[in-house]
């Protein structure tokens, strides 16, 4: 299993981001996935969680602003990011927790991550 992100860039704040991660390895839809981020000294945070069947759950600060889905036509997991916050600032990742049909099962898949930058 593989997982490459983009989509991570530069914006002002109250601007709009989508995220993709694309999955090579399986299809999504035997795993469950999340968007993850991380700050420089601080610990990795899950944003958003996406579960087979398409139930989703999200962080209180990005609840409303964040919607995660999954795109089967590029067999990707995104997150679209809106009203964008200084806050959001960080390097976003994706993450798939292996389940013996998509990946090994009780092993965690991680991307290399994308940057996203929000300024006043």
């Known amino acids: 299993v593989q997982l490459v992100e983009s989509g991570g860039d530069s914006v002002q704040a109250g601007g709009s981001l989508r995220l993709s991660c694309e999955v090579s390895g399986c299809t999504y839809s035997r795993a469950p996935m999340a968007w993850f981020r991380q700050v420089p000294g601080k610990e990795r945070e899950m944003v958003a969680r996406y579960e087979p069947g398409g139930s989703t759950r999200y962080i209180g600060s990005v609840e409303g602003r964040f919607t995660i889905s999954w795109d089967n036509n590029k067999n990707s997991l995104l997150l679209q990011m809106d009203a964008l916050k200084d806050a959001d600032s960080a390097t976003y990742y994706c993450?798939?927790?292996?389940?013996?049909?998509?990946?090994?099962?009780?092993?965690?898949?991680w991307g290399k991550g994308t940057l996203v930058t929000v300024s006043s």
């Open positions: 993450q798939l927790r292996g389940t013996g049909y998509c990946g090994r099962h009780g092993e965690t898949y």
